[in-house]
């Protein structure tokens, strides 16, 4: 009977866990399956030092690769007078960006793109901002050399470019922001 009253209990565990799994807050980790990338919101503190760091202005066109809840864009927009563009593959988050931008007041600076940021035209971007693994980076980094213009600037919360040493490099607490201008 005690064997029994065991798998119950781990069965109530099991039911409880993944119920909770469903209720998780908006600001914490997801998962896009099949995708190399997973959505972990940039702490507030580290957005503001990333777009202090590439000196953000009312002439940019920051694009946020893996834009998420859209925290990047909007601040872009809202306090530092940049246009901004998110991408992100999560139609869940890329509505959740939306939503955001309008409750913020920036919709009409900033816009959410649905879509693969390895296939992003970065073009119009004078700032790319990413919070990605070094793997995504570097998958990158062909696209942000050949699209963005001379003297674009690349900020990474956490992660490396390879061999592209950054120009800038700045600790906020425990996080660290790097920064690369395109030759």
Known sequence: MSGL???GSLAL????ASLSASLVPSSACRTVPGRDVRYEPTPMPVVRAMLEMAAVGPQDVVDDLGSGDGRIPIMAAKEFGAR???VEIDPVLNARAQAN???AGVSDRVEFKLGDMYAADLRPAT???????PQPNMKLRPNLLAQLPAGG???SYMWHMGDWNPEAFRRIGRHKVS???VP
């Open 153 to 155: 600037r690349v900020v």
């Open 13 to 16: 565990v099991g039911l409880f």
């Open 101 to 103: 931008a309008r409750a």
């Open 179 to 181: 920064l690369w201008r």
């Open 127 to 133: 700032v790319v901002t990413l919070f990605l693994h």
């Open 5 to 7: 009253r065991s798998l």
């Open 84 to 86: 901004a563009v998110g």
